[in-house]
């Protein structure tokens, strides 16, 4: 187990290397610099600019110079918030991204699950053919589609929900459900799927031949085994929320990191763009490795040694 | 005995006509009457959009000031999905993004395919340390943020429709070349391989008259799954405004106009919302039927 981790920690490294590289030359050949606007500035200010940035340098020399800070965890001063570093615009949107990610996971996991598996044992009934069509949609739609159409309808006509702000609870009851809908959609089709098949094998037959109550049949039995696919699933779910927050945050206002990247990007703040991606991309493998190892412990035919 | 009844042999042998690979998976896709009406409602919104305009009476760029935000109405000619904001026609519109919308779709998920067989089959076909070495460079691009990769193209090299489709077809090669690996690994040992390199066929030439085409089932299944993607990728784009530009038009710039302006003019949100989501309902419909009709095992 011990030496699965710190092999996959440093299987690990080539790919943050390649995200750190890419993300930087990508930004640096960019044609047109941060700091170009209307009226060119003299160039003495422009050379002293670029030598607080360190622009100045060579682009390996560069490179390496970020490289060092970026493992020191410092993503360096933001090109268009004079005032603000990276790491700073980072801590003030991660907790609103995390806590939304957060949800939307959390109702994924318990929604889908209970759905999908409410589904199975009810197999080819109406119920079972309800869930698999909702989910087919949630599935399809994508959810900068849903969003807007959830906020016209349960906010704007309705007026059952705020349709923007940020603050308390009921604020975030949209935003999450949007943003969780197609991972409840996959998760559901994932447990259903995997349920109908745990039911017909064997050690089901076994535990119900020996008389063991449905329930314990069910929860004990079934569900751990029908859950491995879903285990296996929140890798890609986790990188499907973050790329789906930069959207929901958008179209919600909510000051996440997802609105701060988008910002980024139209605004050409190279530092604040390559700090984000890097962010997310160490966030992305870290839960995939997590996952991995969780997978390990929960089925007994894996071993890591 | 053989020589008795010769006559009954030969009628024998005409009346059993072989049925080929593909026409059972034509009759078995016919039967699926979900990917039957994705596949008739696809053409349908294809066409209208390839020559809907056409015969519109407003071009997708005409402003009529008398008409801004105007909800659907028969005057002026008819505007029958309503103005945008703009006073431009929003059917119109509507059907010129659609053009965009199919045309990326298509378009990126040719890139894809071209370089997903052709590494697949290389990958698949030479094996060992080559294989290896191919699939580990995958293996690597498969955990990169790559939503986030094509962002940045966006902001570093402009916002024009070219770059788009390249981008997204360089993103979507991984899976088909993974499905074309894996298809050439078992195809490779088959004895029509072998006589192939009996008869002296070179490399290259196995690789592309032998091993792809018969990869090809499970390539179409999966080509008419990556469009959809690709389609909501390029709609993901232009809504966070990195993706096609005015005046031009996708439905992804349409939703955003629609979602910023839904509470005074729903009209310009809910059109284009129903043209995504049905072209995309369709094409997971299709998708289904065809996996199902190529690959009865799956089922």
Redesign the interface.
Known sequence: MLTYTIRRLLG?L??LL??VA??FF??R???GGPFDQERALPPAIEANIAARYDLDKPLVVQFVLYLGNVLQGDFGPSFKSRDFSVNELIAQGFPVSLRLGGLAMLLAIVVGVSAGATAALRQNSGYDYGVMAVA?TG????N??M???L??VLG?YLGLLP?GGWGDLRHMILPVIALALPQVAYVARLTRGSMIEVLRSNFIRTARAKGLPERVTLMRHAMRAALLPVVSYLGPAT?GI??GS??IE??FGLPGMGRY??LG??N?DYTL?MG??IF??VL??VF?MLVDLIYGLLDPKVRYD | MTATHPEIDVDAGKAVKGRSLWADALYRLRQNRAAMAGLFTLLAIALLSVFGPLFSPHAYDDVYWGYISHAPTLENGGHLFGTDGNGRDLLTRVLIGGRISLMVGILATLVSLVIGVAYGATAGYFGGRVDSLMMRFVDILYSLPFMFFVIMLMVVFGRNILLIFIALGLVEWLDMARIVRGQTLSLKRKEFIEAAHACGVGTPKIIRRHIIPNTLGPVIVYMTLTVPKVILIESFLSFLGLGVQEPMTSWGVLIKDGADNMESSPWMLIFPAIFLATTLFCLNFIGDGLRDALDPKDR
């Open positions: 690990a080539p790919t390649i995200i890419v993300a990508m930004m050949l960019a044609p087919m599935i399809t739609i994508p900068f589609v969003a807007p159409l906020t016209l704007v349709v990188a973050i790329t930069v959207v958008q179209i990247f988008v990007a139209l050409r763009v984000t991606v997310f991309g992305i493998i995939n």
